[in-house]
């Protein structure tokens, strides 16, 4: 969930970059608590398609 992945997502989308693979460990939390509780993700996978990318979530 960190900015570095979102901007890479961004960068990828504007630049047509079309061998990127990402992966993101959705575990939810925070060093302080719950990622929910600061700031609403979901639909997670949702927002990564609007960036063109191929979801597979395991």
């Known amino acids: 969930d ?6 890479a ?3 990828a989308s504007t630049f047509k970059v079309t ?5 993101v460990d959705r ?3 925070m ?9 609403k ?3 997670f996978a949702d927002k990564w398609r609007s960036f063109g990318f191929i979801v597979k979530e395991v």
Do not use: H, Q, Y
Not at 2 to 7: P, T, V, Y
């Open 27 to 29: 575990n939810k939390c």
């Open 9 to 11: 997502a961004m960068s």
């Open 31 to 39: 060093i302080d608590g719950r990622t929910e509780d600061v700031m």
């Open 19 to 23: 061998n990127m693979i990402s992966f």
């Open 41 to 43: 993700l979901e639909p």
């Open 2 to 7: 960190e900015g570095s992945n979102w901007e």
